[in-house]
């Protein structure tokens, strides 16, 4: 993680280091899910980067692999919690109109019900 962007301020980063606590469920070179404290469905995961970027609309072209990584961590997850079948949903909010309240890029993987639309 040294070469990578951290925020000492960023709980997201202390998760993804260790210095925080939360049930991590996976992990690999660049991504860490956990389950949300907060859950707004039966299944409700928080897929994280390792690098500190705030959100979206901070992704670079050299974040190309990492979001392949976010995806396919996804796909994973969906199929071992058990929703892959019946359906699932994966967002990110992004600036504070946008719902986002923790400033690093995460995903929300949510599923295990019907989902409704709009969503807020």
């Known amino acids: 993680m040294s070469d990578l962007a951290f925020d000492s301020g960023c709980v ?3 998760i993804a280091i260790r210095e925080a ?3 991590i469920i996976h992990e690999s070179g660049t991504v860490v899910a956990f389950r949300d404290l907060n859950p707004q469905a039966p299944v409700h995961l928080l ?3 390792k690098e500190h970027i705030a959100s979206v609309a901070e992704i ?3 974040h190309g692999d990492v979001l392949a990584d976010l995806m396919q961590a996804a796909t994973h997850l ?3 919690e058990g929703i892959a079948e019946g359906g699932w949903r994966l967002l990110s909010n992004v600036g504070r109109d946008g719902g986002q309240t923790v400033f690093h890029l995460h995903f929300h993987l949510l599923g295990g019900r019907p989902m409704t639309w709009p969503p807020g």
């Open 78 to 80: 969906a199929k071992a």
């Open 47 to 49: 897929l994280i980067t």
């Open 12 to 14: 997201f980063c202390r």
């Open 60 to 62: 670079e072209e050299r």
């Open 21 to 23: 606590p939360a049930e």
